[in-house]
């Protein structure tokens, strides 16, 4: 094989695993659960974040109750809100509930599933396995992916958060 067939043989793989890597979803039942995505944490840090965006292409509304991972000790979905220059994060009691039809986008600057008192730090490349549960859909076992950075489409204003 020559260089040059070599060098774009080298970039197809490349691509095709960054693209492998970029697009995981997941289906279950009438919900899509798209780009399960994390950031690096500090040592010691307790607490990390989850982000991903769910869509209900049902008939009937459903509620994300939690989930867990044997990375953390708990998972929680939070929500975050500005007040002036206040951040304030708080659980959503009760689960989210996803419409017929919705698309809820869990980012930085809004819903969130705070992994609790991770087991170690998380690192770029990182796959943290977690398992998401539906008040009607039931269980499915997901990947977060973690990212050196948010998606260019999850910008927050220019606060990082970690």
């Keep these: ?11 197809v793989a490349l691509l095709s695993v960054a693209a492998a890597a ?19 944490t500090p040592p010691g840090a307790p607490t990390a974040a989850g982000y ?3 869509t ?9 109750l939690g989930g ?6 708990k998972i929680e979905i939070h929500s975050m809100s500005m007040t002036g220059n206040i951040m304030r994060m708080r659980e959503v009691a009760g689960g989210l509930a996803i419409a017929p039809g919705q ?22 490349g990182d796959h943290i396995p977690a398992t998401l549960r539906f008040a009607g859909a039931g269980e499915v076992k997901v990947e977060f992916y973690v990212q050196a950075e948010a998606p260019k489409s999850d910008a927050m204003g220019g606060m990082t958060m970690h």
């Excluded at 970029?22 to 780009?35: D, F, Q, R, S, V």
């Excluded at 209900?56 to 994300?64: H, V």
């Design 1 to 11: 094989m020559t260089r040059h067939r070599l060098a774009v043989a080298a970039g």
């Design 22 to 40: 970029a697009a995981h979803e997941y289906t279950l039942g009438a919900l899509k659960i798209g780009h399960p995505w994390s950031l690096p």
């Design 52 to 54: 991903l965006t769910i």
């Design 56 to 64: 209900n292409n049902g008939a009937k509304p459903d509620r994300l």
């Design 68 to 73: 867990e991972t044997p990375m953390a000790a």
């Design 103 to 124: 698309t809820v986008k869990f980012d930085p600057s809004d819903y969130h599933l705070m992994l609790i008192g991770p087991k170690r730090p998380f690192k770029v």
